[in-house]
């Protein structure tokens, strides 16, 4: 016969022992991470792929990277959906603030076809990742005027037909080709 009392005791001593394994686990996960952010969520789909902005200026966007053709890279470490803005880390080989934080604020452009939404870069030299998301001087109700006093940047996706600086660029491969 089994003793369910014995059984039961040792269920709820290893119940304990797990929680405070996962509690030890959880606190050491954080150790380290000064002034850590809440979690980031996946940067949206209609963010993601090449597109050329109203400037003439490609782009090639995947949910780690921002690619601001020709040499300007961003790594995404945060995206915040609610309030429509991510955090990037400046590229080392980049043209300038080479290594510094970024953040980049978006709205969507409902009834301007053929661009989908636009971007305000609101900060691009910050020293630290909590001092770029501190920016916020991005105002999306006024789109033509919201980003310091300048319009942000409408997006297109980009076409086959699309020629930027001598390079046509296919979507969504992200692959150039020269002419």
Known sequence: MYDLSSCTQSAKHITRLLTVLLAVIGI???AGRRGAT???LPLPIALVGDFVDDYGIAYA???AEWFQRPQARYRIVRVDTVAGYLIAQNGEKNP???GLWSRIDWVKLPSMAPFEWAFC???FGAVTQ???EAVTLARRETPRTGCNGHPFSRMRRATPADTV???TYIAPSSTPRSP
Request: aromatic share 0%; net charge positive.
């Open 96 to 98: 300038s603030e080479r």
């Open 130 to 132: 909590e001092a770029a």
């Open 165 to 167: 600086k001598g390079r």
């Open 38 to 40: 809440a979690p980031s």
């Open 61 to 63: 966007i995947s949910p």
């Open 121 to 123: 870069l609101s900060a």
């Open 28 to 30: 050491s996960g954080c």
